[in-house]
């Protein structure tokens, strides 16, 4: 390409010159390419660079993506050749396939400016939203892939030239008109949304990543600083974008629907709306704990049917008004809707959809429209202060004014071009602009179409074989011809029916090329013949029933075949181009989807729309005359499957075979043919195909010899929609069913399509890439126009710029007005009428009924002749007075017939006994559905005097289901205190750790009791014995008294008892929109706990509405009883009326409505089935023209009453007397008539007064039961968030669960291991008994005055090697205690190698040195008792240390999962929180004021019950007096601890002087000082002698004192054991005060320092406190050192002792 050729390029109009056809190589294809074969690479790099020229000018953007895909992409680039984005959707042989042979169709491509657009001559008139004014003269839309700006003066388009490669999704301008928004479609990566700045045209900026596929809607805020996207299936993103940044802002899905509108609210920028399909959507940019959230609400239509919306407005007080489908406008308060706007009870606002609601505030007006094609402006202010009616939700408000736009116009959508001058995209294919009136009734208003166009799917199109002009047919029911060089519409037809095929006839049949046959849905078929003017139905006929799929003209212009919806294909002959002879038709097992003949005119190939081709050979005239047109043609059936190979032709060319799976088909099972192409070039029963599913994305050649296709010819990546020759077979026309257009040029010499598949092509994306599937493509006469058609109405024209094509002028459409054809011109077909073959069938069965009817007419007649004959017979009888029986021609007769018409009663009942019984079960089923779930019904009942009016609750029974579930999730009586009381921790004194209350009374309970006192007057005791007693009485007290004090971790039970009720009782106000907050254990909401509030609401809501009913019905009792008495009042009242002689029509005995008594609704009386008959018969007897004669009962009766009636006299005059008498009877009646009036209205005026109660109650009712309704949602809404986190909720309980149970087990293998630990504890403390009394046995056998006493002494603590006793029969002990006792043997043996040999010591009897040695035996077997059960007591030491550490790693992992559990139920706690609940609140309750009004931003409220107001208001005096006592109390324990202080003062100097005084006197005596517990065992031991003697001496006298006083024992016995449970009364009741008291003081001086305290000075003295306390310790620990090193010495005495 020259650069001037680029330049010029540039200044076109057109886009399509521009490189938006490029092809964008998915990367993924690389390694495929890779291993292409060489000359393919070779080609593909020489392409590339002869082409750098095209890729020059390509847009910024696509270099971009060009540079990232490599070289591939820019070869492919610049030979504009479309390819996807993506990956292709293919079979993985196929695929690969499809990939090659897009490499080689990059290698042999057209130039890009082989074909450029030209013109687009319709546009897409279904897209919503589509128009969009950026300045008052330019139009803002889309078309497939192109974005236009119409200059609406001059109505010519400018194309803007944007990087969309596969269609427009979405169009919006901003408020200001500098800026607007072009959304894409993409079928193969996420699409973006590009900005441009106006009038510039200039890209500001690329949005990406806003939706999968396509966006459906957008715009921009009134600010113009924020866009809001919608995106289409399958994601429906809403995105709010800070488009000049390029970031999202916040992101949310819409709706799972389609979304059709998206607005910002122009009064509150933080608000949104958007609509679609059954539904609308109020957001708001929320902020959360989170952060700023979309928060969306969607509308609630209640009882109102649920509706697409597709237009609305947003009103300054926060309401939005929005149209619906059946013509009303709904006014939403939030999510709920105010009430319904319509004319009056019977009519709407529109006749049809409201797809269009705007507000003027300017003239404060409302302006709708819609597809009835009005445009209405309503009263803004009456709309906006509205409400509905007490007992009605509607409002009814009439419109201002009122537009019609003509007939068949669909308002799709509406813009203000100017003040007084509206813009308006119509359905119907037309842009219409509408100039309001200056002055006067807008039905003035000037109407006028700017562009026409099709709406909806053109379904054909054909260009003329000698003009410049083409033929379009569309899907709304037009014919158009256009004139495509001049870029105009000539004209149009429009027709009943919406057009399916269309036919242009070839010019061997007319030479004119006038002709066209059209099908339509509704069977019929059409042949239109071009005139000047319009079209003209030349011929019409109906085959089908169904709709016209295909039409198809044999080669010789012979035969005509039409196939359709209803499975069947009509053959015809052809006489000329306005005769078709019906030859007749044939079934097809599927509906035909395409035909085409054979060259011969022989066969007809049938493609069907699921995957079914059939071949059929054709007669060639009609079969003999017969009932019917249905013909028995052999069919030969071909089933299309893929091929297992490409064909051998793509082999030579070096493409690699690529497999297909056999028998792949797509997922319906089938495939849809598309296109079917008989191959002319000799080969016999071969023709190409194309189809979807996955054989999409090629041309099949098929044999009809082999099941299956031969070949595979590889395409573009889509179906084949369109696909065919042009007019001179210059140009192979194929169409896609993404959009995509592709032209290839035939090398001279070559006719064949299949030969032409592998020329060189162009290609291009035309039209829109998900609603614009090809329908049609034609080439003009020349070849130097192309033309293309879609479903999405988009008709597109191209340049063709080959160096082979060149241009003619052509014919002139020469043609006369449709009024000046000589042609004739037939009558429409009626689309409700018969078909061909229905009107063939039905010819035999109308003669039939004709002959029925006129048999029928005959015996109504002469039945009509007797009816006459006999009425003047009884006419006649009225003068002969024949009795009745003489009528009776023969008696027998009247029984005859009646027992015949008994019989046909029977006979006619019998007959519709199954219809009668299914109508019955019918209404059965009905009424099980509607109404058997009822308990009460909607019931309304009405006053007496007004018309007022009130309703029941429809209440339905509480089901089973949900009274068991109710039932089921009903918690269980609470556990008792003592069932809920864990168990106590196990006891810890001898394992360490800090000692508790527990250790504190063990220690007290395990003290030493005080010995007993002996008698003081006992002269047996020495004073030195009571002075050791008394020692000893005070050492007891001493420890018991010690044992009693707590230690520093003991807590009083009381004040835990305090703290607990406190908890409980006091509360804690925390806010749960804390983001710490973590509710309760027994508060958290679960699944269960909200489903069972939901039940509980629901059972609270039936109770009260039952409640309401019950009284509800009782007044309809009322009402039923006074209707009965009002009944025999009035029936009183007509008695006096008559005697009055006043009329008493108006006198009417009220009567419950329908609606009252519902229930009776299926109760059928007599005179009901009477008045029905009567009337019936009446209908009967006036259709027949029959006047029913009078009976003779009749004539009798009334000659009766003439005959009784009495003769008349005149009158006698009456007297003043009697005229009196009848005065004052008239007054009496008229003051009885006033008082049956008063009582009457008495009664109804009580009853209406008791109905305005229960109104007004009523009124209440329904609020509450609405705020319990909304209530239920906010608990359906938090059910679903419980739902969803469930599962990690469960699964964090079952890990707690296993963390406790293993901290049980564990916990009791502690417990076992302390168990064991105190049994050896016990075992200790046995052995050491007995090693005790071996000692204690020692030292009575062996005195401390004996002479061998030391010796002995020394033997019996002396350690000896001692043989080890082994049981025969165990096993042998464990090495580490043999090699322990190895140790001990060799102590002993370093004992007994150091004493020497042991003798028995001198002076010492022989056998007390037995004794003493078996006594030593013994001592040594406690001994090793003693080690044996300390060396066990170790091993369950480190037992119980391992356990100690594997519970503090229990409990590290057990608070892990608490603290996981914490933060997943806070996390639950913050979506909780996002629910919105809805609470109604009274101005009084309002107390969060700003300058005394409310604040516009309630974030900062909070919402707190009056009743814990007043109790916080309640505690805080408690805690004012609470702290006045403890603080007088404070000053009472300051001086009371002052006292004691002193006094321990001084108790201590005391203790100090005696104790100064016994040392003094102790150094006096002895010496030194001295062990008082030694020397009083000692100097007991030097008087056992005298004391024996004096035992021996006593021993005589106590046996004889012994008799006596067993008997005074015996007496006092009884007595001591009632003095001994007195005084453990006593004792315990002291005991009980002193701790209460010790508690008190303790609780005091805790509530002192906790209170009063400061805690730094507290933990500074404690610290203080300790170190005195350890310093005093540590000096005690010395002083016993030293004592018991003067001790050894005492008991040597020999060592000179220290002081």
């Known amino acids: 390409m020259e650069p001037s050729d680029v330049q010029e390029s540039l200044h076109e109009p057109q886009p399509q010159a521009l490189p938006y056809a490029a092809a964008l190589v998915d990367p993924e294809l690389s390694e495929t390419v890779q291993s292409v074969d060489q000359g393919i690479e070779h080609g593909l790099a020489t392409s590339a660079a002869t082409d750098q020229a095209d890729i020059a000018y390509t847009h910024q953007g696509q270099e971009e993506v060009v540079k990232e895909n490599g070289p591939t992409s820019e070869a492919a680039a610049g030979a504009g050749v479309s390819a996807p984005k993506g990956k292709i959707a293919d079979t993985p042989s196929l695929a690969v396939n499809n990939q090659l042979a897009e490499q080689e169709a990059a290698a042999n491509k057209l130039p890009a400016d082989a074909l450029l657009m030209q013109d687009l001559l319709s546009l897409d008139s279904q897209k919503r939203n589509n128009i969009q004014l950026v300045d008052d003269h330019t139009l803002l839309t889309s078309a497939g892939t192109n974005v236009i700006l119409l200059d609406l003066t001059t109505c010519v388009p400018q194309y803007i030239s944007t990087p969309v490669a596969e269609g427009v999704g979405a169009l919006a301008a901003s408020a200001d008109h500098r800026n607007f928004v072009v959304g894409e479609k993409s079928q193969h990566g996420p699409p973006n949304a590009y900005i441009y700045q106006y009038p510039s045209l200039t890209l500001e900026q690329t949005l990406e990543h806003g939706t999968e596929q396509a966006y459906s809607a957008a715009a921009f805020n009134q600010a113009g600083d924020r866009l809001a996207t919608v995106g289409s299936f399958p994601d429906f993103m809403l995105t709010v974008w800070d488009w000049r940044s390029g970031c999202t802002l916040l992101r949310s899905k819409a709706f799972s629907q389609e979304v059709y509108c998206v607005s910002f609210c122009p009064y509150a920028d933080g608000s949104l709306v958007t609509s679609g399909t059954g539904?609308?959507?109020?957001?708001?940019?929320?902020?959360?704990?989170?952060?700023?959230?979309?928060?969306?609400?969607?509308?609630?239509?209640?009882?109102?049917?649920?509706?697409?919306?597709?237009?609305?407005?947003?009103?300054?007080?926060?309401?939005?008004?929005?149209?619906?489908?059946?013509?009303?406008?709904?006014?939403?308060?939030?999510?709920?809707?105010?009430?319904?706007?319509?004319?009056?009870?019977?009519?709407?606002?529109?006749?049809?959809?409201?797809?269009?609601?705007?507000?003027?505030?300017?003239?404060?007006?409302?302006?709708?429209?819609?597809?009835?094609?009005?445009?209405?402006?309503?009263?803004?202010?009456?709309?906006?202060?509205?409400?509905?009616?007490?007992?009605?939700?509607?409002?009814?408000?009439?419109?201002?004014?009122?537009?019609?736009?003509?007939?068949?116009?669909?308002?799709?959508?509406?813009?203000?071009?100017?003040?007084?001058?509206?813009?308006?995209n119509d359905e119907a294919g037309s842009l219409i602009q509408v100039t309001l009136p200056s002055s006067g009734p807008l039905q003035e208003a000037r109407i006028q179409q700017l562009l026409t166009y099709h709406s909806g799917s053109i379904v054909g199109l054909a260009a003329s074989p000698y003009s410049h002009t083409a033929i379009t047919a569309g899907a709304d029911g037009t014919v158009r011809l256009y004139d495509y060089r001049q870029k105009k519409e000539l004209y149009k037809s429009g027709f009943g029916s919406p057009a399916c095929s269309m036919?242009?006839?070839?010019?061997?049949?007319?030479?004119?090329?006038?002709?066209?046959?059209?099908?339509?849905?509704?069977?019929?078929?059409?042949?239109?013949?071009?005139?000047?003017?319009?079209?003209?139905?030349?011929?019409?006929?109906?085959?089908?029933?169904?709709?016209?799929?295909?039409?198809?003209?044999?080669?010789?212009?012979?035969?005509?075949?039409?196939?359709?919806?209803?499975?069947?294909?009509?053959?015809?002959?052809?006489?000329?181009?306005?005769?078709?002879?019906?030859?007749?038709?044939?079934?097809?097992?599927?509906?035909?989807?395409?035909?085409?003949?054979?060259?011969?005119?022989?066969?007809?190939?049938i493609g069907c729309s699921q995957g079914d081709i059939v071949e059929v050979s054709v007669p060639q005239h009609s079969p003999s005359a017969s009932d019917t047109f249905e013909l028995q043609i052999d069919q030969r059936h071909y089933q299309l499957t893929l091929p297992r190979s490409i064909g051998e032709d793509a082999a030579e060319e070096g493409q690699s075979n690529a497999v297909q799976q056999p028998g792949a088909e797509d997922?319906?099972?089938?495939?849809?043919?598309?296109?079917?192409?008989?191959?002319?070039?000799?080969?016999?029963?071969?023709?190409?195909?194309?189809?979807?599913?996955?054989?999409?994305?090629?041309?099949?050649?098929?044999?009809?010899?082999?099941?299956?296709?031969?070949?595979?010819?590889?395409?573009?990546?889509?179906?084949?929609?369109?696909?065919?020759?042009?007019?001179?077979?210059?140009?192979?026309?194929?169409?896609?069913?993404?959009?995509?257009?592709?032209?290839?040029?035939?090398?001279?010499?070559?006719?064949?399509?299949?030969?032409?598949?592998?020329?060189?092509?162009?290609?291009?994306?035309?039209?829109?890439?998900?609603?614009?599937?090809?329908?049609?493509?034609?080439?003009?006469?020349?070849?130097?126009?192309l033309l293309s058609a879609a479903q999405d109405g988009t008709l597109y024209i191209y340049d063709v710029k080959l160096p082979?094509?060149?241009?003619?002028?052509?014919?002139?459409?020469?043609?006369?007005?449709?009024?000046?054809?000589?042609?004739?011109?037939?009558?429409?077909?009626?689309?409700?009428?018969?078909?061909?073959?229905?009107?063939?069938?039905?010819?035999?069965?109308?003669?039939?009924?004709?002959?029925?009817?006129?048999?029928?007419?005959?015996?109504?007649?002469?039945?009509?002749?007797?009816?006459?004959?006999?009425?003047?017979?009884?006419?006649?009888?009225?003068?002969?007075?024949?009795?009745?029986?003489?009528?009776?021609?023969?008696?027998?007769?009247?029984?005859?017939?009646?027992?015949?018409?008994?019989?046909?009663?029977?006979?006619?009942?019998?007959?519709?006994?199954?219809?009668?019984?299914?109508?019955?079960?019918?209404?059965?089923?009905?009424?099980?559905?509607?109404?058997?779930?009822?308990?009460?019904?909607?019931?309304?009942?009405?006053?007496?005097?007004?018309?007022?009016?009130?309703?029941?609750?429809?209440?339905?029974?509480?089901?089973?289901?949900?009274?068991?579930?109710?039932?089921?999730?009903?918690?269980?009586?609470?556990?008792?205190?003592?069932?809920?009381?864990?168990?106590?921790?196990?006891?810890?004194?001898?394992l360490g750790g800090t000692p508790g209350l527990t250790q504190t009374i063990k220690a007290g309970a395990a003290a030493p009791q005080p010995a007993a006192q002996p008698a003081a007057e006992d002269p047996a005791v020495s004073k030195q014995e009571l002075?050791?007693?008394?020692?000893?009485?005070?050492?007891?007290?001493?420890?018991?008294?010690?044992?009693?004090?707590?230690?520093?971790?003991?807590?009083?039970?009381?004040?835990?008892?305090?703290?607990?009720?406190?908890?409980?009782?006091?509360?804690?106000?925390?806010?749960?929109?804390?983001?710490?907050?973590?509710?309760?254990?027994?508060?958290?909401?679960?699944?269960?706990?909200?489903?069972?509030?939901?039940?509980?609401?629901?059972?609270?809501?039936?109770?009260?509405?039952?409640?309401?009913?019950?009284?509800?019905?009782?007044?309809?009792?009322?009402?039923?009883?006074?209707?009965?008495?009002?009944?025999?009042?009035?029936?009183?009242?007509?008695?006096?009326?008559?005697?009055?002689?006043?009329?008493?029509?108006?006198?009417?005995?009220?009567?419950?409505?329908?609606?009252?008594?519902?229930?009776?609704?299926?109760?059928?009386?007599?005179?009901?089935?009477?008045?029905?008959?009567?009337?019936?018969?009446?209908?009967?007897?006036?259709?027949?023209?029959?006047?029913?004669?009078?009976?003779?009962?009749?004539?009798?009766?009334?000659?009766?009453?003439?005959?009784?009636?009495?003769?008349?006299f005149p009158a006698a005059p009456l007297s003043e007397l009697e005229i009196s008498e009848q005065i004052l009877k008239n007054r009496k009646l008229e003051y009885r008539q006033h008082l049956l009036e008063k009582e009457?209205?008495?009664?109804?005026?009580?009853?209406?007064?008791?109905?305005?109660?229960?109104?007004?109650?009523?009124?209440?009712?329904?609020?509450?039961?609405?705020?319990?309704?909304?209530?239920?949602?906010?608990?359906?809404?938090?059910?679903?968030?419980?739902?969803?986190?469930?599962?990690?909720?469960?699964?964090?309980?079952?890990?707690?669960?296993?963390?406790?149970?293993?901290?049980?087990?564990?916990?009791?293998?502690?417990?076992?291991?302390?168990?064991?630990?105190?049994?050896?504890?016990?075992?200790?403390?046995?052995?050491?008994?007995?090693?005790?009394?071996?000692?204690?046995?020692?030292?009575?056998l062996v005195e401390e005055g004996h002479a061998a006493h030391d010796a002995l002494l020394k033997i019996f603590t002396k350690k000896i090697k001692r043989s080890k006793k082994k049981d025969e029969g165990l096993a042998a002990e464990s090495s580490s205690d043999s090699e322990d006792d190895d140790d001990e043997d060799d102590d002993d043996e370093v004992e007994d190698s150091e004493g020497g040999e042991e003798t028995c010591p001198a002076g010492c009897d022989s056998s007390?040195?037995?004794?003493?040695?078996?006594?030593?035996?013994?001592?040594?077997?406690?001994?090793?008792?003693?080690?044996?059960?300390?060396?066990?007591?170790?091993?369950?030491?480190?037992?119980?240390?391992?356990?100690?550490?594997?519970?503090?790693?229990?409990?590290?992992?057990?608070?892990?999962?608490?603290?996981e559990a914490l933060a997943f139920q806070r996390e639950k706690q913050v979506r909780l929180n996002q629910v919105e609940v809805v609470l109604l609140l009274r101005l009084h309750q309002i107390e969060y004021l700003q300058d005394g009004q409310l604040p516009s931003d309630l974030s900062g409220a909070l919402l707190f019950s009056n009743t814990e107001l007043d109790k916080l208001k309640h505690r805080v005096r408690e805690l004012a007096e609470e702290r006045a006592g403890l603080k007088a109390a404070q000053r009472q324990l300051q001086h009371e601890h002052v006292q004691l202080l002193k006094n321990k003062a001084a108790t201590q100097d005391k203790l100090a002087e005696l104790q100064q005084k016994a040392i003094d006197v102790q150094m006096l005596k002895f010496g030194q000082i001295i062990d008082l517990d030694m020397l009083d065992k000692v100097g007991s031991a030097k008087g056992v002698e005298e004391l024996r003697v004096q035992l021996k001496q006593q021993e005589a006298a106590h046996s004889r004192e012994l008799a006596q006083w067993d008997a005074q024992i015996r007496a006092r016995n009884d007595e001591l054991t009632q003095l001994t449970s007195e005084n453990t009364r006593c004792l315990s009741a002291v005991a009980e005060f002193t701790r209460s008291q010790m508690d008190v003081e303790d609780a005091l001086t805790n509530t002192q320092a906790h209170i009063f305290g400061d805690p730094a000075a507290q933990r500074q003295a404690e610290v203080a406190e300790r170190d005195t306390l350890v310093q005093l310790v540590n000096n005690q620990a010395q002083q016993l050192e030293t004592l018991r090193a003067q001790l050894i010495a005492l008991r040597s005495k020999n060592t000179p002792v220290s002081p």
Not at 393 to 398: D, G, I
Not at 510 to 515: G, L, N, Q, Y
Not at 516 to 523: N, P, R
Not at 1297 to 1307: N, R, S
């Open 279 to 424: 539904h609308i959507r109020f957001w708001s940019m929320a902020r959360t704990f989170t952060g700023l959230k979309l928060q969306g609400s969607i509308g609630k239509f209640g009882n109102e049917e649920l509706s697409d919306v597709s237009g609305y407005t947003d009103l300054p007080d926060g309401k939005v008004l929005c149209g619906t489908e059946n013509g009303n406008l709904l006014m939403w308060s939030g999510a709920l809707i105010k009430f319904v706007v319509r004319q009056s009870p019977e009519v709407a606002c529109h006749q049809g959809a409201v797809t269009v609601v705007l507000a003027e505030h300017s003239r404060k007006r409302i302006l709708t429209a819609g597809t009835d094609g009005y445009v209405k402006l309503w009263d803004f202010q009456q709309l906006s202060d509205a409400d509905s009616g007490e007992d009605s939700q509607y409002f009814f408000l009439k419109p201002l004014e009122e537009v019609a736009l003509g007939t068949g116009v669909r308002v799709r959508g509406l813009v203000w071009q100017a003040e007084g001058r509206w813009l308006i």
């Open 503 to 605: 036919l242009y006839l070839p010019t061997t049949l007319d030479s004119t090329a006038r002709t066209v046959l059209v099908g339509f849905a509704d069977g019929v078929v059409q042949a239109l013949l071009m005139c000047s003017d319009a079209w003209k139905v030349t011929a019409t006929f109906k085959p089908h029933s169904g709709a016209v799929h295909a039409l198809a003209m044999s080669p010789d212009c012979a035969l005509l075949a039409t196939a359709a919806q209803d499975n069947t294909v009509f053959l015809f002959t052809v006489a000329s181009p306005t005769v078709y002879e019906p030859v007749g038709f044939f079934r097809l097992k599927q509906p035909a989807s395409c035909m085409t003949w054979a060259p011969d005119s022989t066969k007809l190939l």
């Open 667 to 785: 997922k319906d099972g089938c495939f849809p043919i598309y296109t079917l192409q008989y191959i002319s070039s000799g080969e016999q029963n071969m023709f190409l195909a194309t189809a979807g599913g996955t054989a999409q994305g090629m041309v099949l050649k098929c044999s009809l010899e082999v099941q299956g296709a031969l070949t595979a010819i590889p395409s573009h990546k889509a179906g084949v929609t369109a696909l065919g020759m042009s007019q001179g077979g210059h140009l192979l026309l194929q169409g896609f069913t993404d959009g995509v257009l592709r032209v290839s040029e035939a090398a001279p010499g070559v006719d064949s399509i299949a030969e032409v598949l592998s020329e060189p092509h162009w290609e291009s994306q035309a039209h829109d890439c998900q609603t614009g599937s090809v329908t049609a493509m034609a080439a003009s006469f020349d070849n130097s126009y």
């Open 804 to 990: 082979s094509v060149s241009r003619l002028e052509g014919q002139l459409l020469e043609a006369p007005a449709a009024a000046a054809d000589p042609t004739p011109e037939a009558p429409l077909a009626s689309g409700d009428g018969y078909s061909l073959e229905e009107a063939r069938s039905k010819r035999e069965e109308d003669k039939l009924l004709a002959a029925a009817d006129a048999k029928k007419q005959g015996v109504r007649a002469y039945v009509q002749e007797l009816r006459k004959e006999f009425a003047k017979l009884v006419e006649a009888n009225d003068v002969a007075q024949l009795p009745e029986s003489a009528f009776e021609v023969d008696p027998g007769l009247r029984d005859i017939i009646e027992t015949q018409i008994k019989q046909e009663e029977e006979a006619v009942r019998q007959e519709l006994a199954w219809e009668s019984e299914k109508k019955r079960l019918a209404v059965a089923k009905l009424r099980k559905y509607f109404l058997d779930d009822l308990e009460v019904e909607h019931i309304v009942l009405h006053s007496f005097r007004s018309d007022k009016q009130v309703s029941s609750f429809r209440t339905c029974h509480l089901s089973a289901d949900m009274l068991e579930e109710l039932h089921r999730l009903t918690p269980k009586d609470p556990p008792t205190a003592t069932q809920r009381a864990p168990s106590g921790p196990a006891p810890e004194g001898i």
């Open 1027 to 1208: 002075r050791r007693l008394a020692r000893k009485k005070r050492e007891a007290e001493l420890v018991a008294f010690s044992a009693t004090r707590p230690d520093d971790s003991f807590e009083s039970p009381a004040d835990l008892q305090a703290i607990r009720e406190a908890e409980h009782n006091m509360g804690d106000f925390k806010l749960k929109s804390d983001p710490e907050y973590v509710p309760p254990e027994g508060q958290r909401s679960t699944v269960d706990s909200k489903r069972r509030q939901m039940l509980l609401l629901d059972e609270a809501v039936y109770h009260v509405k039952m409640d309401f009913n019950k009284r509800f019905l009782a007044l309809r009792e009322v009402k039923k009883r006074v209707c009965q008495q009002v009944g025999e009042v009035q029936g009183r009242l007509r008695e006096a009326l008559t005697a009055l002689g006043k009329p008493t029509a108006l006198v009417v005995d009220p009567v419950l409505k329908p609606e009252e008594v519902p229930e009776l609704r299926d109760q059928v009386t007599e005179e009901d089935l009477e008045l029905y008959i009567s009337s019936q018969m009446l209908v009967g007897n006036k259709l027949l023209g029959i006047t029913p004669p009078h009976s003779k009962v009749q004539a009798a009766a009334a000659s009766q009453a003439e005959s009784t009636a009495p003769a008349s």
């Open 1240 to 1340: 009457i209205a008495d009664m109804q005026e009580a009853f209406d007064n008791a109905l305005a109660l229960l109104r007004r109650e009523k009124l209440s009712l329904e609020a509450d039961v609405k705020a319990a309704h909304i209530k239920r949602l906010a608990y359906q809404q938090e059910l679903q968030l419980l739902k969803d986190s469930e599962g990690r909720e469960l699964e964090l309980a079952a890990k707690t669960a296993g963390k406790h149970a293993e901290q049980a087990e564990l916990a009791g293998r502690v417990a076992d291991c302390q168990a064991k630990l105190e049994a050896k504890l016990q075992d200790l403390r046995a052995v050491a008994n007995a090693k005790q009394q071996v000692v204690n046995q020692f030292d009575e």
């Open 1408 to 1459: 007390l040195y037995d004794k003493v040695c078996e006594l030593r035996e013994a001592r040594l077997d406690e001994e090793d008792a003693a080690m044996e059960v300390g060396r066990a007591m170790d091993a369950l030491k480190k037992d119980r240390e391992s356990l100690a550490k594997k519970e503090r790693l229990m409990d590290q992992s057990l608070k892990a999962v608490n603290d």
